[in-house]
Structure formats: C-alpha cells, structure tokens
C-alpha cells in the first residue's frame, strides 16, 4: 500500500467517523424530545484487495489484503419504543406498539410520526406542533362538537363527555408500513413513506399495530448512557485517524525532499 492510498484510508475514516459524532450528537440533543426516535451510523469495509508473493515480498502461502477505507451506510432510524410518561391534557397521546399517527400539511399531504402532541388550533380543528392536522375519520364535523371532554379509547376513537353523556364524533387513524426501510425521516420528528411501499390502517385491524393511550407521551428512545459511550469511542477513533493522516503526510514530506 502506497503512502497516497493510506491518505484516502484515513481521509474515509475521518469522514466516516464524523458524520457518526454528528448523529450521535443529534441523538443527545434530542434526548428530551417527545416521539424522538434514535439514528443510527453503520461501517462497512471499502474495497479489499488481495495481495499474492507475486506482487510483494511476502511468505508462501501467505493471504495478505490490502482495503480502501470504510464507508458509512444510509441513516437508519431504530423504531424501538420510547417510555411512556403521563400527561395532563386529554389531548396529549402516544401509541404503545408499532404504529404512527397521521398528520397532513396544507396540500394534504400525509406524514407520519410517533409526536402525539396534539390540540385544537383557533378553527377548533386537531393538530400537532407544527399546526399540521391530524388525520382522523369525522362522524361529526369539528364545527359541530359539542362542548366537553374529548375520551380517545385504545382503538382511536374519540367521544366528547358531557352531562353524562358521551357522543362518538369520530377516529384518530393509525399507519403502519410494512417495512420500516421505507420510512423517509423528514425532521420536526415527521416521516414519510417511499411510493409504492405497503401502509396498513387501523382500519385493517393489523396486528402489531398498537394501542393509542390518552394523557400519555412518548419520550425519546434515546440511552443517553449508552449514547455518550459510543461518543467517547468514536472521538478517541477519530484522533487515531487524525495522527495517521498526520503521520503520511511527515512521510509524504521527507519522500519529497529526498527527490529535491
């Protein structure tokens, strides 16, 4: 291996390494943020060539392999779930399970998120954070709900208790794709889902879909233990990379001179 392969070995592991520093950092920063859900870097081996005693000096029958770095594999996202801690307002939800509630932008577009963060905007409609609307199935119209409190079951729907009496009014709807590689993080905790990719409803009755628990919020999946471990990892890796890179490049300077 020549001194300019080993600069590209080292320039991959730093630029490997620092995009790993750069998730983990945003998995700590958002340690305290409802329905965050963990983002994870993986490595993998870059081209490895095989070395015979024909081309290097080396013992008989000897296997030496000569690599090209490391490359960082596609963001995932882990979708484990988050711990659950209780709310005061009966708007506040989270699901206990695999699925996502659906919220929809200004051109109806629909999202997907574990943030069950939700109130009434001036309209009296249900939105998230971002005053996106929250999917649901309306038997009465929003404008037409009685005055009272809100009851959301397991299963998403939602009553208005007053006086005693409880009116149906209509279903929060749940989302569960099929395969989780094809959720598209699109930050504000949101996510979208590749065309073509399989959605199942809570209309399905799927199983592994989960329960929607009212007052209750979701909090972020993140160990921060475990988090802060593999930041110390990856720096002292970093470093070592960076002294490599330093020292071809001492190397590098010495060759130079010896042809002057």
Request: hydrophobic share 35%; no cysteine; net charge negative.
């Amino acid at each position: 291996m020549n001194l300019n392969s080993l600069l590209h070995v080292s320039k991959s592991g730093i630029n490997g390494l620092q995009q790993s520093l750069d998730r983990t950092a945003n998995n700590i920063a958002n340690v305290n943020t409802t329905g965050y859900k963990e983002k994870q870097t993986s490595f993998r081996e870059l081209l490895n060539n095989q070395t015979t005693a024909q081309e290097v000096n080396i013992p008989a029958n000897a296997e030496i392999a000569f690599n090209r770095g490391l490359e960082t594999t596609p963001q995932s996202v882990v979708f484990s779930q988050g711990a659950l801690r209780s709310s005061d307002s009966p708007l506040d939800l989270a699901i206990q399970g695999n699925g996502f509630f659906g919220v929809r932008d200004a051109n109806n577009q629909l999202f997907l998120t574990r943030d069950g963060n939700f109130g009434f905007d001036a309209n009296g409609t249900l939105v998230n954070n971002q005053g996106m609307r929250v999917d649901t199935t309306l038997t009465v119209p929003y404008q037409q709900w009685p005055q009272g409190k809100p009851i959301i079951d397991q299963n998403g729907n939602i009553s208005i208790s007053a006086n005693g009496t409880a009116t149906p009014v209509g279903r929060i709807m749940m989302y569960l794709p099929e395969n989780t590689e094809a959720i598209i993080p699109n930050g504000d905790n949101l996510y979208q889902v590749q065309p073509g990719a399989v959605v199942r409803t809570s209309n399905e009755n799927v199983a592994g879909l989960g329960t929607i628990q009212q007052s209750m919020l979701e909090h972020s999946n993140v160990e921060l233990a475990r988090s802060m471990t593999e930041m110390i990892t990856t720096q002292r890796a970093y470093s070592l990379n960076t002294r490599v890179l330093q020292s071809t490049d001492e190397m590098l300077s010495i060759v130079n001179r010896f042809t002057d």
